[in-house]
């Protein structure tokens, strides 16, 4: 079971786990983390959502300064990528498998540090797309 952050185009973001998220569907289901024990998923559609975050716990270290910055001490896995969603927001990290055309595709972040171990980006959900 996968714990996930799932971030819609609108701004929220409903966290829990998924036992079902593949990329080439268009929709998985979402036990709410909030939900009562035996709780019905939800569905989630993959074309109202920015990004799917699959995450290490669901607090996050609230201090962390995120970092754009590949560890130079660290072998890289995938090529580097710098994507710039609609709302603003740059992600920098590498991917083994972007494909223009494609309804998404999975980023590793830069940052050594960060609470999301990869990230699912909706390609729908981005500006600029860009192999660095």
Request: proline share 8%; glycine share 8%.
């Given at each position: 079971?996968?714990?996930i952050?799932?971030?819609?185009?609108d701004?929220?973001v409903?966290k829990?786990?998924t036992?079902?998220?593949?990329p080439?569907?268009?929709?998985?289901?979402?036990?709410p983390?909030?939900?009562?024990?035996?709780?019905?998923?939800?569905?989630?559609?993959?074309?109202?959502?920015?990004?799917?975050?699959f995450?290490k716990?669901?607090?996050g270290?609230p201090?962390h300064?995120?970092?754009q910055?590949?560890d130079?001490?660290k072998?890289l896995?995938?090529?580097k990528?710098?994507?710039?969603?609609?709302?603003?927001?740059?992600?920098?990290?590498?991917?083994?498998?972007?494909?223009?055309?494609?309804?998404?595709f999975?980023?590793?972040?830069a940052d050594p540090q960060?609470?999301?171990?990869?990230?699912?980006?909706?390609a729908?959900?981005?500006q600029?797309?860009a192999?660095?």
């Amino acid at each position: 079971m996968n714990q996930i952050a799932a971030h819609y185009q609108d701004g929220h973001v409903v966290k829990g786990h998924t036992n079902d998220f593949l990329p080439a569907k268009d929709s998985f289901h979402l036990e709410p983390m909030d939900s009562p024990a035996g709780g019905k998923p939800v569905e989630v559609r993959l074309a109202e959502l920015k990004a799917l975050f699959f995450v290490k716990d669901f607090t996050g270290d609230p201090q962390h300064t995120r970092s754009q910055e590949f560890d130079p001490s660290k072998p890289l896995a995938g090529r580097k990528m710098r994507v710039v969603f609609k709302d603003g927001e740059i992600m920098v990290g590498t991917t083994q498998g972007y494909t223009p055309g494609r309804a998404g595709f999975f980023l590793t972040p830069a940052d050594p540090q960060s609470n999301n171990e990869r990230c699912f980006v909706v390609a729908s959900a981005t500006q600029e797309v860009a192999l660095i």
